[in-house]
């Protein structure tokens, strides 16, 4: 049985390196003597036997040319990423690297040396003044939103301050404050964090128990960690990078307890930087993932601080201790801090894209032999492994299109609160909790699919997917864990439903549209409309059934939601899942007619996977009105638009624009030069540096492990 | 609303350092002034606010009584874990324990302080000797399976030899190679890897390129590494740990190649460990898990070793090169090489107890307010998270009892096979292969979420949980791809509905029990039997769609296959899931009759959880043929049943038997201590340690990289 050829016609448009690379020699052994990393103008060539040449050229596998004129962001619509947005961050991006030294593609990035926990902090650090300057000296707050690999910018020491800390004095702060504050921030004449997070409470911040107490006599504050469980732990920069920090604590005048407020305050000395006394500050040591940063713990032992320092653009509290709080305080911080969990949405599906470039790349390349197939073809051929790119991939412009939808409304709702229309934050909370919830999760178990399809090498600190999955994966739990996020939603949906009138986005829940449904079959599936019908039908019930479940409980609404809990949660996702199809339709009507036929593709792609696939949990949501001719349809339209998405597979991602240097990865480089680049950085690795330094091994291994257990086997083997 | 206290009734059974910990202080500034290490004898007591005692002492939460006696390994039927093995595991482990100085819960495990890649692979070969020497010492292979913390063995660099490198000089040595070559390896007097996988090829074996070419003249063979993508890459202990290896290369004879053959050879001096000449050795650098060994690099230049080192048990050359092979040679190793997969297997539901034995403790003493209720409940009492526990646990046993049964199968085809009968092989293969990608994914997906359900804390590296989730995740893809292997169940089931004869164990796809199956509701389902005629359905269907597609589909197998890649997959995912409810029936019968009522429940969860949860990916395949009452009775069903495996679930993962050494987490101690002890060992920590030698300064973040940021930013302010 022979290869069937037609079915890899991929595109990869190969970059650098691939031009001058004919001549020289492959063979292994030639730089085995002598160790030189070369220069990307000397690059070691492609071997002379056929599958060397094959296997490191992947313009000779991928011929084609892709369908549509992908190039850059210009992909992701003109409203958001406008060409000059693009200059700016290939510009800043360039800059960061030639001066991190990260530009030469050929040399092992420090980050895979020999790190320990406090080289890892202080590479942090080094990449921190680099960034954060150039978004300062550039008038630019791309390093706002994420490093230079693109986890988000708490994964970095100064990060917070531009994430957080200034935000935070812009929500809360009154005039007068936030002209003393802001500008030390925003010139980098003090650093922030933002201790919210103790041992024992993160979700649940009205359970916090830190203390702020009034002194009157002395017209301070007392903040003071009164138990172990109140201990600050979590907060980025905390340890022993950030000057000074927001607390927030439960305030306490004359005895009464008034909730929890906010509190600038100093924490190290600006001329020595140690921490200003009665202040314990330190590391957490390693986490999954943002090592380069330092998540600390903070001990407060009675440190005062003026009674100016509570945060008093919504609640002030005099000199005698009189307390007085705008009525409507709680929307409007919480209104103002939904914006962090914005952020961490559309930085999903850049780490989500980034981990899909390394892997999209690298599947282009790898062959792939089996036993029943003469030649060894590239792995991107295999079904199973384009199956999981391609609908990955639509994954993650679903939740670009979906955040910068819920973005949209954000900002509408701001400027509704700043009339004092309060009126849409209830909505805008729920969707911006079931997106992050959703987008977070998709993204993560997306990364660690997209590492395992490139198999051993995946597993590769070097490959960049590892800290891409550990990055992602922290998403899920920090800004509000998704569990207790899915339960907001759903609590809004019960609430809902239990109005008099429905609120305008649960409209969908009283349309009958199952007749309708029912009379679906080929073709029609592909047509958006249908989907949304598919999409409202299935939430509908959903959620009606949820309800049912609720009423027909006794005791307790708690407990009934409680036993409930998976049921609500599965329509929760339901209406998210709805929102993000609907998000998705009007990005793809909005963006040039050039490529709507590759999105509307994509658009598809993604939710005829999400409604039909055997392989996607809360499928079996679509059966109970979907037919199996119908679902069959749906798996086989599917089918037909993996194989006219494969040709623009590469330049799917690479319309990320990520550059090679941010995805330091030794699979996902343009070049597709994967095992040369494997053998130059392996071989520049410090362990095996020093090795060769001593004649090929690992001196303490050898003599204080190995030598000593081949004498006691040898003491064995004559007993 | 109040709390429901009657949800709350969880057994935990408080062990040491419980008793004498009320008298003391818990003010964490107590311990701020001067950081000294309690001993397990003198902790830090805990507090006398209310809120402090209960968060310590998890005693005063679990008042309740588990409803079984389930103490250590007992529950898994004596059959495997017999009371002598149990006392000999413990033994060992605490030996180890105290070498290795875990055995003290209140220090910092070592591997948690500052690490660079070499200190990890230093402390790998330190705890690779003492479990080896302790293996040997005391005549027990434990640690041929695992190493210290329960990843597979060849998590140590000198685990290869009693994992791999032993059973292969087993299979393939004839007697006198045998005789000359397994007294060394034995008796540790030789340290050995496995040298198969190479850059540019894994799971496709016959690909591989690395040469062994006979020379006539010198009688030796000349192994030789061709080209780039022949190097052999990831083997474990090969970078700078192993004597000797066993390395695969393709025999070629007077210019003919004979395909893929295992020969011995010495790649270092026993003298000073230097490789031997012509050959370059290295270590990969950092991975996801496994940093305690050195899966390493090597490449060969015309090296030459004895015409005998071809291990000769089933194929000879002559001294003039002629060939001779067992005709069953290639079903003879096959047979032996699926032994390391039934390992796998085994571990990978000891890794997942494992991160459940850690999420379930914190569970338990975890406090998680919400607004609606008054008190902070334990969070193990809100159903998303003693749903996930409990299920994750279910599938934990399910994994253990379905490779104890695989293994019985296993050891009897190895019996079959020595008599010359190699009827089963295909059968056997078939079944590892399914088994090994279930259980590796659900083990590493189950992981993920019990790290997920520990929030914050779960995100830390001394929780122990993201090495464990990494060690885990590892598994999917070594040994046999993940992909791959289902793509093999497949291929058998196909070839099976296509022969004139089912195979036995496919007799079912031929039963017809919809009519059977319409008619049960109610507590129907909580028949084991009931749950069989189910999944078979549900096979049967599956199976029968994946043929029928296959059949309809014009052109070749190989690009038919390719196409319905994901009917195939999931019909080989039904017929798996149906041989592990087979084998926990069967291990729930063969249980003494006090634990039956528990492993039946568990037996229940698990399925129902299978079939009818709506999160499980697949369990849409259940809805073609169950009605909509059916599924909602089942998930009825699971709530009833989670109500009364909750009581049970410290119990449940106390069966496993870790010692909290093992378990390396500041989470997971049996005493429930979690804060305490997560301060202790975050102070420990040398970053911290190093601080607060230098006044709390980390002194080279500060004067290399903060004060300059500070100090551009004094001079940015004036511009």
New interface residues.
Partial sequence: ????KS?IRLTYVPRSHIQNKTAQS????ST?ASVSTPTPTQPIGP?T?Q??TR?YSPRSYWAGKSSVPLTGLHIANTTLFRKEAVTRQNNAFARIEKALGTDDLWKLPPR????????M??EG??A??VT??DG?DYGHKIFHQSNHEWALSNANP?GLTGLLFIPMLKLQCNPEQLAYWL??AE?????GSYAQ?E??????V??L?TTATLDKVTDEFVIH???????K??PGALG??S?HTIVIAQMIIDGKEYGTHSFVMQIRS?E????LPDI?????????SYNGT?NG?A?F?HVRIPRTNLLSRYNTVSKDGAYLADPLREKLLYGGMVGARSTIIRNSAFQLAQALTISTRYSAVR???????PD?PAIM?????H?RLLTLISKAYAILFASMAANVTYQKLLEAQARGDHASLPYVHMIMAGLKAWCTQTAADGA?DAR?LC??Q?????SGL?EIV?SS??C???EG???VLWKQVSRYLMKGIAAPALPPDMAYICSSTATLLASYAGDAFLKPSVLVQVFEHRAAILVNEAYELLCAEE?????AE??????L??AARAHIELYILRAFIARVSASPAALQPVLTNLLLLSHLHTAS????????????FLT?TQLSTM?SLT?TLLEQLLPDAIALTDAWNFSDASLSSVLGCRDGDV??R??M???D????V??REN????R???E???????G???V??KL
């Avoid at 010139?187 to 650093?191: D, E, L, N, R, T």
């Avoid at 020595?272 to 921490?275: A, M, R, T, V, W």
């Avoid at 314990?280 to 999954?288: S, Y």
């Avoid at 051929?381 to 492994?385: E, I, M, N, P, V």
């Fill in positions: 049985m022979a290869r069937d079915t492959s063979d292994p052994q085995s071997g036997k599958h060397l296997a895979y040396g020999n790190m320990d926990r406090e080289d902090l202080l650090l080094r921190a003044r954060v300057n300062m100064f500008p030390l010139s980098g004449k003090i650093i997070t041992l024992g409470h993160g979700s649940f009205a359970g128990q960690t009164p138990n172990l469980s109140a201990v732990y979590w022993f990078a000057t600006l020595d930087f140690k921490p314990e500050l330190g590391d957490m040591g390693l986490k999954m330092d713990y001990i032992h062959l792939q032999g089996q036993r029943s197939i060894e051929s295999y079904k199973l492994q199956y660690e395992k198999g051993g995946g597993y590769l600190t070097m590892p550990a994966t922290g899920c739990t920090f864990e998704n569990t005791g307790s609404a708690v407990r409680n036993t409930h809990a998976v049921a949660h599965v696939s055997p392989l996607v949990p809360t499928s079996s949501s679509f059966t109970s199996s798996r089918n095992y040369r494997i053998m950085w392996t071989r690795l410090p362990i095996n020093h090795a004649g090929g091994v690992l303490e291994g050898w204080d492990y190995i030598k000593k257990f081949l006691e086997g040898v064995r083997s």
